[in-house]
């Protein structure tokens, strides 16, 4: 690779330029470095690690083939993120869908959520941590990309528009409503935090 | 968008703004603690030996999924072919059985009507595009009388 001496400092433009020029390389310092930030993007729709893991590797190899096509209409992660969360939710439509319980008994059973009122100290519950992918699993799919983009791979309102495709506007609008029916479904694990 | 909304997500997301009033501010903490909430039940990331090495398993299957499409874009255009060749055979089979047939009738001898009609037998080799074949024979018999003196055959 004697124009790409240090592909881990190239810029993405840099490398799928490269990888575009024929250098193979360039695309393996892409998929590393995008490889662990995809796989828990992935985890966070599909919920199993197994299955998160084929996502990305399925999503990598479609991009191999598309990225020689890439015109650089948006960012080279961004760009990424959409295929890996279109393959992610195709895997969870593909599966038999699982009914949500009834909030309010389940949530009676759980922990006593004084317990837990900070959650950025304090380690979650396996089974509150189970509430709260169960009722992100409960919003509608657009809700769900946005959340998920915002929470758990904290991109700009910018980004997760490129990734979504639709505007700044309605990406906030639809996080707000997100938030807003999780809130309903969590609440007791808000109360004393607010 | 609604402003109002605008503003309590980017408060809820630690955006300074003006200063809210009291619902909405209790909205976007409310919001604020339940992005805490989410941020802590997603955190970690898959920690796979398959992480580590995925890099070249993209690749080997990448470039075998690329071997195997060129190889069925050959096999199509190898069986594409192969039809032509089959209907190419199969026309040159009919067109050299014509000709066959046409040289036999114009070379056979203007002889006096014999009592026994003259045959005339031609094959011709089909190939299908399958690779198979078949052979057809076709016999052709001159049937025409003698006229007679009133002109009735």
Redesign the interface.
């Known amino acids: 690779m004697d124009e790409l001496k240090q592909p881990d400092a190239s810029t993405d433009q840099e490398l799928v330029a490269a990888f575009q020029a024929g250098d193979e390389r360039a695309f393996v310092t892409i998929v590393d470095r995008y490889k662990h930030r995809l796989a828990r993007l992935a985890q966070s729709v599909v919920r199993n690690q197994e299955d998160a893991l084929d996502v990305v590797q399925d999503a990598f190899v479609k991009s191999y083939r598309a990225l020689k096509r890439f015109r650089g209409s948006s960012a080279l992660y961004t760009w990424l993120y959409r295929i890996v969360m279109n393959h992610a939710i195709d895997l969870v439509r593909r599966r038999p869908r699982v009914t949500i319980e009834a909030e309010t008994d389940q949530l009676r059973e759980l922990p006593d959520p004084q317990v837990i009122t900070r959650p950025d100290r304090e380690a979650l519950n396996a089974e509150l941590r189970d509430r709260i992918f169960k009722a992100v699993d409960s919003l509608p799919e657009k809700h769900r990309r946005v959340v998920l983009l915002r929470e758990v791979e904290g991109l700009s309102y910018k980004e997760i528009a490129e990734v979504v495709g639709c505007n700044e506007g309605t990406v906030m609008s639809r996080l707000f409503y997100a938030r807003e029916r999780l809130r309903e479904k969590l609440e007791p694990y808000l109360k004393s935090g607010t | 968008?609604?402003t109002r909304?605008?503003q309590?997500?980017?408060q809820?997301?630690g955006a300074q703004g003006p200063a809210l009033p009291t619902d909405q501010a209790?909205t976007a903490?409310?919001?604020q603690?339940?992005?805490?909430?989410?941020?802590?039940?997603?955190a970690?990331?898959?920690a796979?030996a398959?992480?580590a090495f995925?890099?070249?398993?993209?690749?080997a299957?990448?470039k075998a999924?690329?071997n195997a499409g060129i190889a069925a874009r050959l096999g199509a255009v190898w069986h594409l072919l192969t039809r032509h060749y089959a209907l190419a055979c199969a026309g040159a089979a009919v067109a050299m059985f014509l000709a066959v047939s046409a040289t036999m009738v114009s070379l056979r001898p203007a002889a006096a009507p014999t009592a026994k009609p003259s045959k005339l037998r031609s094959f011709a080799i089909y190939e299908t595009p399958d690779g198979s074949g078949f052979i057809r024979c076709f016999e052709y018999e001159h049937v025409s009388q003698p006229r007679t003196d009133n002109g009735s055959s």
């Open positions: 968008m609604n909304i605008e309590i997500v980017r809820a997301d209790a903490a409310t919001h603690a339940l992005s805490g909430l989410l941020k802590q039940a997603y970690g990331e898959p796979d398959r992480l995925m890099a070249g398993r993209v690749l299957r990448a999924a690329g």
